[in-house]
């Protein structure tokens, strides 16, 4: 299996541009996780799917993101407009059957910085 | 609100050593405790998981405890190596909601 894959794995853009962040998870996995990873607050989980349902969207920071899962070979992670406090690198991971039974196989991030 | 504690300093040991890192938890009761094991420029690997009634899991090297009366958990690798040099971050999710939360993570580096 070829591991969770995101894209990009860099992203470079100017305050007020949308970002559009992809995630695949490992097939056969019910659940998906996407995170936040800074210096100062550490790893953060923002939103995540069952089934791809959004189940806990409490720690998405505010309107200005958005997150889907379309089917279950893919999520996006939106960020319009997008602000230089966005700067961070954000991880996607699944899991399958209960979410914390198991653990969780993180994809290798995309490192977003916003100008 | 919810606060996950890790050694915030750096730790350094010696080849061979047993290196113990710390997670310390607060306000609420974790159904499963999670470690993890992060490299430079990658994402979280998971090594081992603790449920809220085991005391001690193990898996080669790596030994877990978990203490509820304490709200702690210890992370132990024995005969400790150079490659076991990354950060090591614990997660808890509550055993009531669906949240997860990590550590800050603790950076270990093991000297030859």
């Known amino acids: 299996d070829a591991g969770v894959i995101q894209s990009p794995r860099h992203e470079v853009t100017e305050m007020g541009q949308e970002v559009t962040l992809r995630c695949k998870p490992i097939?056969?996995?019910?659940?998906l996780f996407w995170y936040r990873q800074t210096m100062m607050r550490g790893l953060e989980l923002l939103i995540y799917f069952n089934n791809n349902v959004p189940i806990d969207d409490s720690g998405m920071p505010e309107d200005r993101f958005s997150a889907k899962m379309p089917n279950a070979s893919f999520s996006t992670l939106k960020i319009q407009p997008s602000e230089p406090r966005d700067s961070a690198v954000y991880f996607c991971?699944?899991?399958?059957?209960?979410?914390?039974?198991?653990?969780?196989?993180f994809g290798p991030g995309t490192r977003l910085t916003v100008t | 609100s919810q606060k996950i504690e890790q050694n915030s300093e750096a730790l350094n040991i010696q080849e061979g050593k047993t290196a113990t890192l710390t997670c310390n938890y607060t306000?609420?009761?974790?159904?499963?405790l999670q470690w993890y094991r992060q490299d430079p420029g990658r994402g979280p690997v998971f090594l081992l998981l603790?449920?809220?009634?085991?005391k001690e899991k193990r898996k080669e090297r790596l030994k877990v405890t978990f203490d509820t009366t304490l709200k702690q958990s210890l992370f132990h690798i024995t005969a400790s190596q150079p490659a076991d040099s990354a950060t090591y971050l614990c997660a808890l999710r509550a055993n009531t909601g669906n949240q997860f939360y990590f550590g800050t993570g603790t950076s270990l580096t093991v000297i030859p």
């Open positions: 603790i449920r809220e009634n085991e």
């Open positions: 991971a699944s899991s399958p059957r209960v979410a914390g039974a198991v653990g969780q196989y």
């Open positions: 097939s056969g996995h019910d659940y």
């Open positions: 306000n609420y009761s974790p159904a499963y």
